[in-house]
């Protein structure tokens, strides 16, 4: 009997030690859920999408420049201030945020992308523009750099001495706006959202019209790495960024802003929105440049492959000195194929359209 007992005694010790396994795991696995839920998928994106848009209100809204100070006989600030502007802002959306989204949507409907390829194109694109206004507009109100028009805004007091640096206590301005919007020259924000938002439609056509790809992805010889370009493609491709550079130059032409401050607009436009897009892209000259990178299982779509090359094999993302074509031509260029371990969940390319 005394075997049977501690048979029966073990037996009942394992059972109540699963039975409380079962509650730790259950906890774990809600929690675990949660958070593979999280990391697989793009809800972090949003949030701190939701965060960026959030802080942009309440800069434009509540934030005001800090005001350099200025003398009344300064040439460089007293040329005239155009009441209509070239590119007025209501133009400036349309140019460069609803034009932008309604070509790529149209676009990846005409190639006919799956849902993953448009989510990831719309969350790339309102990244860039969200991210590119909240930095322009913040440094904007910290380096407080007058405009070439501020005494046409300032209207200072006719008492005012020249040859002396004053504040903005001697403005005569009563529109608010008008007045404190003289004192964000620096960077050039038209500048920068024409750059975000045309730039990255310029990119996203360079990788689906494979501009600048140089192989299929495919093993080949070093010889068939030369493609044809097609220069109408690339012209296509280059029209984005030559609206938004005419949009740019507008500002000159109206004395809103100097020339430095529309180049380093330029250029901080181009690097958000290229840092922007190869969050999801990989690079232009990559031989699978139409497909963006896939990691959740959540994107990939019942009837899609996900990532599939038909062998079982998935496709993940690789570092960047990685992706070219080396090793005497011909190694495939975004990800390098391998059999995924059981338990272990890997981000693949999508499949090819």
């Not at 394992?14 to 809800?43: D, P, Q």
Request: with cysteine; net charge neutral; hydrophobic share 40%.
């Amino acid at each position: 009997m005394a075997p049977f007992s501690t048979s029966s005694n073990n037996h009942r010790t394992r059972a109540g030690s699963l039975g409380s396994m079962s509650i730790e795991s259950k906890h774990g696995g809600l929690i675990g859920s949660v958070s593979r839920w999280w990391s697989r998928s793009y809800t972090s994106d949003w949030v701190a999408f939701s965060l960026l848009l959030t802080g942009y209100i309440i800069l434009v809204a509540f934030v005001e420049p800090f005001h350099r100070l200025f003398t009344i006989n300064d040439i460089r600030i007293s040329f005239p201030h155009a009441e209509v502007e070239r590119v007025p802002v209501s133009h400036l959306f349309g140019y460069a945020l609803f034009l932008p989204l309604a070509l790529l949507v149209t676009s990846n409907y005409l190639l006919c992308s799956t849902r993953h390829i448009h989510h990831l194109t719309l969350l790339g694109f309102l990244t860039s523009i969200i991210l590119t206004t909240f930095l322009t507009d913040l440094i904007k109100n910290m380096v407080g750099r007058p405009r070439p028009d501020l005494l046409a805004r300032c209207l200072p007091d006719p008492s005012t001495p020249p040859n002396k640096l004053v504040g903005v206590e001697v403005c005569t301005q009563t529109d608010h706006h008008t007045l404190h919007d003289g004192w964000r020259s620096f960077p050039s924000g038209h500048s920068s959202f024409a750059f975000a938002g045309l730039g990255y439609l310029a990119l996203f056509w360079c990788g689906q019209f494979r501009v600048f790809a140089s192989s299929s992805g495919i093993a080949e010889d070093v010889e068939k790495l030369f493609v044809r370009r097609d220069l109408f493609k690339a012209l296509l491709c280059l029209s984005p960024l030559l609206g938004a550079l005419m949009i740019a130059i507008s500002r000159c032409m109206d004395y809103r802003h100097d020339v430095e401050d529309v180049c380093v607009g330029s250029v901080m436009g181009w690097v958000i929105t290229y840092w922007s897009y190869r969050r999801y892209w990989p690079r232009l000259s990559s031989g699978r440049c139409e497909e963006p990178y896939s990691g959740m299982n959540g994107e990939r779509e019942q009837g899609d492959m996900g990532g599939m090359n038909g062998n079982g094999r998935r496709y993940s993302r690789v570092r960047d000195e990685e992706e070219g074509g080396g090793g005497g031509g011909g190694a495939r260029n975004v990800g390098s194929p391998f059999v995924s371990p059981p338990d272990v969940e890997l981000g693949a390319l999508e499949s090819p359209r």
